[in-house]
Nanobody
């Protein structure tokens, strides 16, 4: 089992920045890929970004490319998401996820955090 805890959400004005963090614990050696997803009220969960846990390959949704940066610290078992130039449409509950075997950037995740709320005001 892998436990994931997100932090860093909050309220920010459009154009501002936030940095989300995700602490991983438990069987972290079993992780192959980690990612960020988001879900806005009344909408389906959406892929945001992913990173290979034992490598450096990254993947981004088109809607965040150039604005968001995913990164990791394997020593501290931490995943981060730097979000710049935030827009009101980025408002959502952001989830951290981990998968034991990479399938696609948006699939194959077995472990999920509880989420952290990001609200961007216009």
């Amino acid at each position: 089992q892998v436990q994931l805890v997100e932090s860093g959400g909050g309220l920010v004005q459009a154009g501002g920045s936030l940095r989300l963090s995700c602490a991983a614990a438990g069987r972290t050696l079993s992780i192959d890929v980690m990612g960020w997803f988001r879900q806005a009220p009344g909408k389906e969960r959406q892929f945001v970004a992913a990173i290979m846990w034992r490598g450096s390959r990254t993947y981004y949704a088109d809607s965040v490319k150039g604005r968001f940066t995913i990164s990791k610290d394997n020593v501290k078992n931490m995943l981060s998401l730097q979000m710049n130039s935030l827009k009101p449409e980025d408002t959502a509950l952001y989830y951290c996820a981990a998968g034991p075997k990479f399938i696609t950037p948006a699939g194959g995740y077995d472990y999920w955090g509880q989420g952290t709320q990001v609200t961007v005001s216009s």
